[in-house]
């Protein structure tokens, strides 16, 4: 954090509850919130307490995406008519189908695996999702407050007592412009972190105060996304298709194709960030998927007309961190809770907040805001559909990224043994420790190998990644401070280079960076260059450096993608 020009002081504001992050867990807690006040006002002493929901991205929504489908069984309870009040965000899948893709061939399963079984489940626009639960949660009148980063944390006596949210109007160099406006300070009784993956507040907070390490430490996968608007009448809606093999051929993952009203295609592709291989680039594979004959015939004669690419925590219950503490819970995704077996999250982040909310609320009623009080909430998680769904699959991401060979004969095991397999806890390591040499998964030279090779931009269906990037609608203000701190660039261009090929300059989904030949030198010199304004904040440079020589940390508020269809 930058300090503030001398004489000028951050405006306090005070909330009895603060939620970060205005995704489905942060929204949901609000909401559950709010009905668990009101049921109690109808007979008990009146609770009036603030609600406060902080959002990084200009609007609700705008940096939400997922592929999605979505089970309801969270929604149920807590919207139990949300069919009826919104139709048109649900479009109920009727059809499943799992296919093996070699290069030319699509080879479909007879019998579709139980986990991509999706009967009674529906595909839905997150980011729109998202933007319905705002609306709701205003009408309840608890405050959203999109646009707004929390920075930092404010910790007295051992508790967290609220937070500090960033400055805006600040130049490149962090100098204060004409428009500069002072970070807020938010006290709060309670905070809840619902940032999504990698957040990057409660990550600092962990470091700062020493909280114990997860069981195992946190792996992720990458995920891109297209919204395609085919030709009239060509798509029937409801259909969910996953398919694994081709494109990927040194990493594990696969994709997926929903079917939407409108003639509209979401296709997407998830890949493990355990991945060995150096020039991992999901874009390129998502692109590289679209010229399968089998895809490709899906979606000829459309045009992309959204994009975009985030991380997921892939794993589970054992790489769960600490998820309460005095005056704070964690939700969502910052918590762990997405079944990576399923590809699904969603229902989960909602689940994790009504029950945080439900915690909230006896912290409300007794005034009590310590670990023991806020400790009801592992007791809730522990016995709720959360544990259920995660436990079983507690090692699933660890036997898989072994390779399909390898990994499925454990899965089998670890279904026949309730989620044990071979060892439990099955260990694994961080994404950023995987990575291999160029030379040992490539080869000497780089140059003719088909796997590496874009397919050639069109601006209708095949994009390179600035195209991409326009399609997600992302802004950042030009004259502001880069939010992505590289702790040293001469390991970029001396150490990175040589071994690595510069991964962050493949994974990154957005080129943001880029390795670019330095004037002024005798001999060749390549230096890392950032172009921070493309970042679509998907944090895959913070989790998959191989050197951990990069840090996201929130741009101003209200910086990055504006997505709408996702």
């Known amino acids: 954090m930058f300090k503030l020009p001398e004489g000028v002081t951050r405006e306090v504001m005070e909330a009895d509850v603060l939620i970060v992050g205005g995704g489905s867990a942060g929204l949901s807690c609000a909401l559950e919130l709010s009905k668990l006040i009101k049921a109690h006002n109808k007979t008990g002493s009146p609770l009036e307490p603030t609600i406060m929901v902080l959002e990084k991205g200009a609007d609700i929504g705008a940096h939400s995406l997922s592929g999605a489908v979505l089970d309801p069984s969270a929604l149920k309870d807590l919207i139990p008519d949300f069919f009826d009040q919104k139709p048109d965000l649900f479009e109920k899948v009727t059809h499943d189908a799992v296919y093996y893709l070699t290069n030319t061939q699509a080879l479909g399963l007879p019998i579709v695996p139980e986990p991509f079984q999706n009967?009674?489940?529906?595909?839905?626009?997150v980011s729109s999702f998202n933007r319905w639960l705002g609306e709701l949660c205003e009408q309840e009148g608890i405050m959203v407050f999109p646009g707004f980063a929390a920075v930092d944390t404010i910790i007295e006596n051992n508790a967290i007592c609220g937070v500090i949210t960033g400055d805006k109007g600040r130049d490149k160099n962090g100098n204060p412009k004409a428009n500069f406006e002072p970070g807020l300070e938010i006290r709060a009784k309670v905070t809840l972190f619902a940032e999504g993956p990698r957040g990057s507040l409660f990550k600092s907070f962990a470091q700062k105060t020493n909280l114990p390490p997860s069981v195992n430490p946190q792996v992720f996968e990458e995920g891109v996304k297209e919204v395609i608007q085919c030709p009239k009448g060509s798509v029937t809606p409801g259909q969910v298709i996953?398919?694994?093999?081709?494109?990927?051929?040194?990493?594990?993952?696969?994709?997926?194709?929903?079917?939407?009203?409108?003639d509209q295609i979401a296709i997407g592709l998830v890949t493990y960030l355990d991945s060995p291989d150096p020039l991992l680039d999901p874009h390129r594979e998502l692109q590289k998927l679209k010229t399968h004959p089998f895809i490709f015939d899906l979606i000829k004669g459309g045009q992309v007309i959204a994009y975009g690419g985030k991380t997921l925590p892939a794993g589970g219950w054992y790489s769960?961190?600490?998820?309460?503490?005095?005056?704070?819970?964690?939700?969502?995704?910052?918590?762990?809770?997405?079944?990576?077996?399923?590809l699904k999250g969603i229902h989960l982040a909602m689940r994790s907040g009504m029950l945080a909310a439900e915690t909230i609320f006896k912290a409300l009623v007794s005034n009590n805001y310590s670990s023991e009080v806020l400790s009801h909430y592992q007791t809730l998680i522990e016995s709720s559909q959360i544990k259920a769904e995660l436990y079983p699959i507690r090692n699933f991401h660890q036997a898989l990224s072994q390779g399909f060979a390898l990994g499925l004969p454990q899965i089998a095991l670890q279904k026949l043994t309730g989620g044990r397999g071979l060892k439990d806890p099955q260990p694994c390591h961080t994404d950023s420790s995987h990575t291999d040499s160029t030379l040992n998964t490539w080869g000497p030279s780089l140059l003719d190998i088909e796997a590496l090779t874009l397919p050639k931009p069109d601006g209708k269906l095949f994009f390179d990644k600035l195209g991409s990037v326009y399609l997600t609608g992302t802004q950042h203000d030009e004259d502001s401070p880069n939010?992505?701190?590289?702790?040293?660039?001469?390991?970029c261009s001396d150490e990175c280079a040589p071994k690595f090929n510069s991964p962050c300059t493949h994974f990154c989904p957005a080129q943001v960076y880029e390795m670019r030949e330095a004037a002024g030198t005798d001999l060749p010199h390549f230096e890392l260059e950032i172009n921070y304004t493309n970042c679509i904040h998907c944090k895959t440079c913070d989790i998959k450096c191989p050197f951990d020589n990069i840090l996201w940390t929130p741009p101003q508020g209200g910086g990055g993608p504006k997505y709408q269809l996702t």
């Open 119 to 125: 009967e009674n489940n529906y595909i839905i626009s």
């Open 242 to 262: 996953h398919t694994m093999g081709y494109p990927l051929s040194k990493s594990i993952g696969g994709s997926f194709i929903y079917t939407l009203k409108n």
């Open 320 to 342: 769960r961190p600490q998820i309460y503490g005095n005056g704070w819970l964690v939700a969502g995704d910052s918590a762990s809770f997405v079944d990576v077996q399923k």
């Open 483 to 491: 939010h992505l701190l590289v702790a040293n660039k001469n390991i």
